[in-house]
């Protein structure tokens, strides 16, 4: 279960942290408020499916 909700925020931080200058929001003013709105996010609407349906 928490390695389930430990996913996004992995993913979006490996993804954010390659060594390319490409990164969609990498120089933006708002990249790391919306990396970070986006790893809540899905890890919060995780742990709510996994809550409803009886898992957590």
Same mark, same amino acid.
């Given at each position: 279960?928490?390695?389930?909700?430990?996913?996004?925020?992995?993913?979006?931080?490996?993804? %954010?942290?390659?060594? %390319?200058?490409?990164?969609?929001?990498?120089?933006?003013?708002?990249? %790391?408020?919306?990396?970070?709105?986006?790893? %809540?996010?899905?890890?919060?609407?995780?742990?709510?499916?996994?809550?409803?349906?009886?898992?957590?």
């Amino acid at each position: 279960m928490v390695s389930a909700l430990a996913l996004p925020g992995t993913l979006i931080t490996g993804v %954010f942290g390659t060594n %390319f200058d490409n990164v969609p929001g990498l120089h933006s003013n708002w990249g %790391f408020a919306l990396m970070m709105t986006g790893i %809540f996010g899905a890890a919060g609407s995780m742990a709510w499916f996994f809550h409803r349906r009886g898992w957590f």
